[in-house]
């Protein structure tokens, strides 16, 4: 099992923390290091996993206690979420030209599985209903081109050739025209691979770019390999830029450090997964499933979750009391903003009106910039400001207190201050609505 050994190095962490009752600075400590110790020998490098380290202790010193929920299972919550995160969140899928053929250009040094991933590919974009043909590309290793044309076979698409006799770019380029010609939805292009990274190899790549504009450029990157992948994919991104990595061998005794920080290290994500040696062994890379196997504890993930999503209910029923009393004052503003960054309760509500939708990730990202901005203001107003905003909207000298103690502008005081007002307004209105619609429900 790939992730055997950071599975139990983990597990040691946890076990360290039973019959705690909160995280603290003290008794993570001792997690802190095993987790630090496990990550390093799965083979992640360092300053990646003082990065994730340091970042894990502090949500875990700065997470609400959630009712139910034993600190070592909040740890490994708070561990899988910030997995997830190191191995670029969501899933990359692979994107498709918007006009003519998609082309898939698939780098990578030798014996790394590359020829298999062109099938493998083959074989994916078929499943999804498109028609694909193979590149052969790789002019200096004859043996290479009859491997394609095998696998082409297997798979039933079409392999295009000009023997060993053609220049890359301009193969690239004529089967590029002939995928136009026969209204091929993607071709995918075996380059060639070199035992090591050289000058040539390089050069070839950018003159292929150059002469085809491909809509991936995916290097193949052996999973066995640990942190040297990541380095790999960060050397040729630099070099001939490129849109993600195809990391193989999964299934191999990896230790797991390739899956883990080629998005960190590179920047770029991980596309696809090799898993074996047949033609279905490849797949998407799930960031949330990968740290599910990692942590081996998907009960413990989800029991976490719901308890979380509970407190998050309470929390919105709390809040639309507020709401519906017209208190909602700068406490619950502030509230609110942290729950809108941490996807939380307001876009549950906001959700439940009619007529608005869910709050977009997007937006998330943007109510955490906001809400930087925003605490830093009200966290300089007195606690009788925040429960009267009627104080700071009638005194000029409020605000500029306000202002200069949280380093703001007076007129950005007066902004949130008038905001807030607005958004009571606004509250009070949907609110009116919803009742309202309860109303005639209820009537009926
Ligand atoms: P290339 O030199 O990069 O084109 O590598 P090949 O495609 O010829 O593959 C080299 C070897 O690795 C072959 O024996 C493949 O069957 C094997 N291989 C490729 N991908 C995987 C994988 O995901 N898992 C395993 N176990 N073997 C793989």
């Not at 959630?66 to 299972?73: A, L, T």
């Not at 590309?137 to 039933?156: C, E, N, S």
């Amino acid at each position: 099992e790939m992730f055997g050994q950071l599975t139990t190095g983990l597990e040691s962490a946890w076990n360290k923390l039973r019959g705690v009752d909160v995280l603290t600075k003290e008794n993570i400590a001792e997690p802190m290091r095993d987790i630090r110790r496990a990550l390093l020998e799965a083979d992640v490098s360092l300053p990646v996993v003082r990065r994730f380290v340091s970042s894990v202790s502090e949500k875990a010193l700065g997470a609400d206690t959630i009712k139910g929920v034993r600190p070592e299972q909040q740890l490994v919550k708070i561990v899988h979420d910030e997995l997830v995160q190191l191995m670029g969140g969501e899933v990359s899928d692979l994107v498709f030209a918007k006009s003519g053929p998609t082309v898939i250009l698939l780098a990578g040094l030798q014996g790394v599985g590359k020829t298999t991933v062109c099938a493998k590919l083959a074989f994916y974009l078929k499943k999804l209903g498109k028609s694909c043909m193979l590149v052969a590309a790789d002019v200096y290793r004859p043996a290479a081109i009859d491997q394609l044309t095998i696998l082409g076979k297997q798979v039933g698409v079409p392999v295009y050739s000009e023997g060993a006799e053609g220049k890359p770019p301009q193969i690239t380029k004529n089967a590029v025209e002939e995928a136009k010609r026969k209204n091929i939805d993607a071709i995918v292009v075996d380059t060639a691979g070199r035992l090591q990274i050289d000058k040539a190899m390089m050069d070839e790549l950018k003159e292929v770019k150059k002469a085809v504009n491909p809509t991936e450029v995916l290097l193949v990157v052996d999973a066995m390999t640990g942190q040297e992948a990541a380095a790999l994919v960060t050397t040729f991104n630099i070099e001939i830029g490129i849109t993600g990595a195809i990391l193989t061998k999964l299934d191999g005794d990896s230790r797991g450090g390739a899956a883990l920080s080629v998005k960190e290290v590179s920047g770029r994500p991980i596309k696809f997964v090799g898993r074996g040696e047949r033609l279905e062994d490849l797949e998407l890379f799930y960031p949330d499933r990968m740290a599910q196997r990692v942590l081996g504890m998907g009960d413990v993930l989800s029991f976490v979750e719901k308890a979380q999503e509970i407190m998050r209910q309470e929390e919105a029923v709390e809040l639309q009391k507020k709401i519906m009393s017209a208190k909602f004052d700068f406490n619950d503003f502030l509230k609110q903003s942290q729950n809108v960054a941490k996807m939380g309760s307001m876009s549950r509500v906001i959700g439940m009106i009619p007529g608005m939708n869910k709050v977009t990730p997007a937006q998330i990202r943007e109510a955490e910039k906001r809400l930087a901005f925003v605490e830093s203001m009200i966290n300089a107003m007195t606690a009788e400001e925040r429960e009267k905003p009627e104080l700071l909207a009638e005194s000029r000298e409020r605000r500029i207190r306000v202002a200069e103690e949280s380093g703001k502008t007076e007129q950005e005081v007066s902004q949130l201050v008038a905001q807030l007002f607005q958004m009571r307004a606004q509250m009070q209105k949907l609110m009116g609505m919803v009742q309202g619609q309860e109303a005639i429900a209820g009537m009926g």
